[in-house]
């Protein structure tokens, strides 16, 4: 790197990308998980930035190109690096531990500080933001406690601090890959090869975002259309944006998008909203939302960049072409529970089946929220589970 180049000072990360670069998206995509807000510039509209990116690289355009508020700069860096670069732990301090809780949401924190008050040892492995699902969500109003709601980060960050106060080791950015058993032990490996040993694995891995799986969407996936309007709802200042989903999360976080975006309009496969009224009524009362039900969104154009939504009304046959900035997909959840699909039992969506004691048909594998059928999907549940978790791995250590 040149000495003459000029490093911008920034009070957050600059990610210096294009539409078109895989690696690109994989690092806007990793600083999404880890909650980590970035200011994203395509080089390809702003030739000031070009120039910058090729003075940095010696002439060559290089992206992505990372500038950090302390000066630094990373050129298309690994997760691995990234992760190293934000202090995160992804190795942990020991290869034994009385239990194993994978995933950080509202139940496997919960689960985690509750066997760690008891004197267990407990590490959470989490590949994405800690707190789970909850720590995007725009407001909690209904976890009981707060009278006056409390905003999903917030709450996020307090269990997490709670957790740590108790002894929990937590990894962050760690993906788990495969579990194995031995005898009465199981073995949990993570992404980077590392192996530990456990009595007991909670799986708390959640359940993410449901796709279209219509044509062009995986193409666009990062650039123009999204599943977290918190992590990528202020990329659409001023613009125009499209909410797919009619239920509660549509609703939701369509109403936190307005805080960004001009319009947003929403539409709904079913001939009916899903929504409480509550969240209907406040869509409603503003002029800079619609809501279009009893639409099928079949095809999403654009090679690089979005060009055209194309819409069937589902009454008539008719197709339309609609024209949006962005797109913020909320069609439901599917479970996280590729690691135990060919092992546990699991109902026909997918989710892993458990016995009242929460384990699953694999010894000394339990499973609590929303990756569970018959989870709720709720916030206070999670945690309720988290904690009845706890209790039964307790029980169960005894035997092993």
């Not at 202020?234 to 960004?260: C, D, H, P, Q, R």
């Not at 694999?362 to 929303?370: E, I």
Request: aromatic share 8%; proline share 4%; glycine share 10%.
């Amino acid at each position: 790197m040149s000495n003459q180049v000029e490093i911008p000072k920034t009070d957050t990360i600059i990610v210096y990308s294009t539409v078109w670069c895989p690696d690109c998206k994989r690092a806007k995509k990793f600083f999404g998980e880890q909650r980590i807000p970035y200011q994203n510039v395509d080089i390809e509209k702003d030739p000031e930035a070009m120039a910058f990116v090729e003075q940095i690289n010696n002439g060559m355009r290089v992206v992505p190109t990372i500038i950090f508020p302390d000066g630094s700069i990373l050129t298309e860096p690994s997760n691995a690096e990234l992760a190293s670069k934000l202090g995160l732990q992804t190795k942990a301090q020991r290869q034994f531990y009385d239990s194993i809780v994978i995933g950080s949401g509202p139940a496997g924190l919960t689960a985690a500080l509750y066997m760690a008050r008891e004197g267990k040892d407990v590490l959470v492995i989490e590949k994405g933001g800690l707190g789970g699902q909850v720590g995007i969500t725009q407001m909690l109003d209904n976890f009981p406690g707060f009278d006056e709601g409390i905003p999903g980060a917030e709450f996020a960050d307090r269990v997490v601090r709670q957790a740590r106060r108790f002894g929990v080791e937590i990894l962050q950015a760690q993906d788990v890959v495969r579990l194995t058993e031995d005898c009465d032990y199981q073995c949990v490996i993570t992404g980077d090869g590392s192996e530990y040993g456990t009595k007991a694995v909670l799986l708390a891995t959640g359940a993410s975002y449901r796709k279209l799986d219509v044509p062009g969407e995986d193409s666009l996936i990062g650039s123009n259309i999204h599943f977290c309007a918190t992590c990528d709802g202020a990329f659409y200042k001023g613009k125009k944006v499209l909410v797919i989903g009619g239920g509660n999360s549509g609703f939701e976080e369509g109403l936190f998008l307005t805080k960004f975006a001009d319009q947003v309009d929403i539409v709904e496969f079913l001939p009916e909203v899903k929504a409480s009224q509550i969240l209907q009524d406040k869509v409603a009362a503003r002029a800079d939302m619609s809501v279009t039900v009893n639409h099928a969104v079949k095809e999403f154009r654009g090679k690089n960049e979005l060009e055209a939504v194309m819409v069937e009304d589902r009454a008539s046959g008719e197709i339309k072409e609609w024209h949006y900035d962005g797109v913020f997909v909320f069609i439901g959840l599917s479970p996280n529970a590729e690691l135990v699909k060919d092992k546990a039992e699991i109902d026909q969506y997918g989710f892993v089946k458990t016995a009242a004691s929460l384990m699953t048909t694999v010894p000394g594998v339990f499973a609590a929220g929303d990756v569970r059928s018959g989870s709720t999907k709720q916030v206070a549940s999670a945690a309720g589970e988290g904690a009845t978790a706890a209790l039964n791995i307790r029980e169960y250590l005894k035997t092993v």
